[in-house]
Nanobody, 115 residues
Framework: QVQVVESGGGLVQAGGSLKLSCTLSGSFFSINGMGWYRQAPGKQRELVAAITRGGSTNYADSVKGRFTISRDNAKNTKYLQMNSLKPEDTAVYFC?????????WGQGTQVTVSS
C-alpha cells in the first residue's frame, strides 16, 4: 500500500508565492520519479513539473522561470515552489509518484490565485 500526501495549497494574491509538498509513504522499493499536475475547471489535467530520481527536471512552458520542483530522496518528498503566481495558475494540483514502476496519485490540493 502506497500513500501520497500533498500539502501547501491555499489562496494567494497574484504575484505571491506558495510551496507545495508531496510525500510518498508505504511499502515500495524505490521511487522512479515524481511530478505535479494541475486541473482547472473545465480543462484537462496537465503536467506542471516533474523530477526524476536522478534530479532531471521538466516544466510546462507556462511555468518556466516561476516554478521550481525539488526533492528530498531521503524523505521521499518533493516540493513545488511557485513564485509570481497568476490567476491562470488557479487549479487543483495533484502529485503523482511513480514507485516500483507504478503510478500513485494524491487527492489534490486547491491553489487559488486572486487578481
Amino acid at each position: 500500500q502506497v500513500q501520497v500526501v500533498e500539502s501547501g495549497g491555499g489562496l494567494v494574491q497574484a504575484g505571491g508565492s506558495l510551496k507545495l509538498s508531496c510525500t510518498l509513504s508505504g511499502s515500495f522499493f524505490s521511487i522512479n520519479g515524481m511530478g505535479w499536475y494541475r486541473q482547472a475547471p473545465g480543462k484537462q489535467r496537465e503536467l506542471v513539473a516533474a523530477i526524476t530520481r536522478g534530479g532531471s527536471t521538466n516544466y510546462a512552458d507556462s511555468v518556466k522561470g516561476r516554478f521550481t520542483i525539488s526533492r528530498d530522496n531521503a524523505k521521499n518528498t518533493k516540493y513545488l515552489q511557485m513564485n509570481s503566481l497568476k490567476p491562470e495558475d488557479t487549479a487543483v494540483y495533484f502529485c503523482k509518484g511513480t514507485a516500483d514502476g507504478r503510478d500513485y496519485w494524491g487527492q489534490g490540493t486547491q491553489v487559488t490565485v486572486s487578481s
